[in-house]
């Protein structure tokens, strides 16, 4: 399977800047899905096609996919923002969903 | 509203049978393919299964290809797991989800989540 690597964890102080990656040999060939899930809830899209952020979604998130390499930027981090975030692609070799194991962002 | 209500989950010995439901309402579920998405506790989320929204096309994860089978009934608005042959690595909150884009099927994003059903098959 496509494998998608992201960070176990990452911590940004409020009002700071939060990046998390998801790594994946050509990546950027692909388009990249984040989802943000919270303790508890069911997940939810708040960056699509690499970049795009659904209706509903604060400007604060954004997304770019590049080489090998596509990050979700969360900037003026809220406390409300703690989460687990998760990428995703469209596996097009296997045909099947890959998603990435997850970063739990903390908001100090 | 746009909604996703999962239901069948229980706790089942291994190698019985289950069926999941998802009920979608608020949208015209025929135009959208569906995909479940399991997560087992303490786990990240784990894609199971897509379905084109007209049921012509089938996509498995290796671990449950031959397993289970995902089917949906336009006329009721309902998307199906039926899951053969339980292990206790089935054991997970199964969502249903649905693909963003109208008639799309593969490579777009899950844009509406259910709450999810919960699956436990004892070791």
């Known amino acids: 399977s496509f494998v998608l690597t992201q960070p176990p964890s990452v911590s940004v102080a409020p009002g700071q800047t939060a990046r998390i990656t998801c790594g994946g040999t050509?990546?950027?060939?692909?388009?990249v899905h984040w989802y943000q899930q919270k303790p508890g809830q069911a997940p939810v899209l708040v960056v699509c096609?690499?970049?795009d952020r659904p209706s509903g979604i604060p400007e604060r998130f954004s997304g770019s996919n590049s080489g090998n390499t596509a990050t979700l930027t969360i900037s003026r981090v809220e406390a409300g923002d703690e989460a687990d975030y998760y990428c995703?692609?469209?596996?097009?070799?296997?045909?099947?969903?890959?998603f990435g194991g997850g970063t739990k962002l903390t908001v100090l | 509203q746009v909604q996703l209500v999962e239901s069948g989950g229980g706790v089942v010995q291994p190698g019985r049978s289950l069926r999941l439901s998802c009920a979608a309402s608020?949208?015209?579920?025929?135009?959208?393919?569906m995909h479940w998405v399991r997560q087992a506790p303490g786990k990240g989320l784990e894609w199971v299964a897509l379905l084109s929204y007209d049921g012509s096309n089938e996509y498995y994860a290796g671990s449950v290809k031959g397993r289970f089978t995902i089917s949906r009934d336009n006329s009721k608005n309902t998307l199906y797991l039926q899951m053969n042959s339980l292990r206790a690595e089935d054991t997970a909150l199964y969502y249903c989800a649905r693909v963003r884009n109208v008639a799309a099927t593969i490579g777009y994003a899950m844009d509406v989540w259910g709450q999810g059903t919960t699956v436990t098959v004892p070791s």
């Open positions: 995703q692609v469209w596996n097009i070799i296997s045909d099947h969903v890959d």
């Open positions: 050509n990546l950027g060939s692909r388009s």
């Open positions: 608020g949208f015209m579920f025929s135009t959208y393919a």
């Open positions: 096609d690499d970049g």
